[in-house]
């Protein structure tokens, strides 16, 4: 009875193994220079994507792979002994298309679109997700001697999975990176 254990559990172990998606790290795409600013009178969330290791992510979009980035912020009034409340929210959307036979990738947000050439992509992409800024709410909707909470998500899911794989294989995560939050803290 212990073998047939052993080699049902060396079997699943092989079984997991073939069908797991290779994933980055949770620190090799993540999120710098986060913080509050006044942007032309609005609460404004600012932050950098930053790319520690491109060797993943460069290798899913040379075989064609196609990503979404988003950033979920909401901003909330802290109290004490009550839930926070919610005040505002905004959502920062960019979509990574690789191409491989001009081997170049299309990276496109509500600024536009915008192609790169392979062997450029991690320094463009750096530059380009830069000092990234969420409008929230207007500053005069803030109190001064408050405490307030911006809470962050952050996720890289792969969105050309097809029904026919993703379906089966419900228990694989597709996701590049897993929705990650950031939650920062301030006083006004």
């Known amino acids: 009875m212990p073998k047939y254990r052993i080699l049902i559990t060396v079997g699943f172990v092989f079984a997991l193994s073939l069908f797991s998606v290779p994933s980055l790290r949770a620190d090799s795409i993540s999120l710098t220079?986060?913080?509050v600013d006044n942007a032309e009178g609005q609460v404004s969330v600012g932050f950098s994507i930053v790319v520690n290791d491109m060797?993943?992510?460069l290798d899913a979009l040379?075989?064609?792979?196609q990503f979404q980035v988003r950033c979920a912020a909401k901003?909330?009034?802290r109290r004490i002994g009550f839930w926070d409340t919610f005040l505002a929210e905004a959502e920062y959307v960019s979509d990574l298309?690789?191409?491989p036979i001009a081997r170049e990738c299309m990276v496109t947000d509500q600024r536009g679109g915008h192609t790169f050439d392979f062997s450029?992509?991690?320094?463009?992409l750096d530059r380009?997700?830069?000092r990234l800024s969420l409008p929230m709410i207007d500053w005069e909707s803030v109190e001064r001697g408050k405490a307030y909470r911006v809470v962050l998500k952050f996720s890289v899911t792969r969105t050309n999975v097809p029904g026919w794989v993703s379906k089966p294989l419900f228990f694989v995560s597709w996701d590049l990176v897993p929705e990650v939050s950031y939650v920062l803290d301030f006083d006004f």
Request: charged share 15%; proline share 8%; glycine share 16%.
């Open 33 to 35: 220079d986060l913080g």
């Open 55 to 57: 060797a993943p992510l």
């Open 62 to 65: 040379q075989n064609g792979g």
């Open 75 to 77: 901003l909330y009034q």
């Open 97 to 99: 298309v690789g191409k």
């Open 120 to 124: 450029d992509l991690p320094h463009e």
């Open 128 to 130: 380009f997700w830069s």
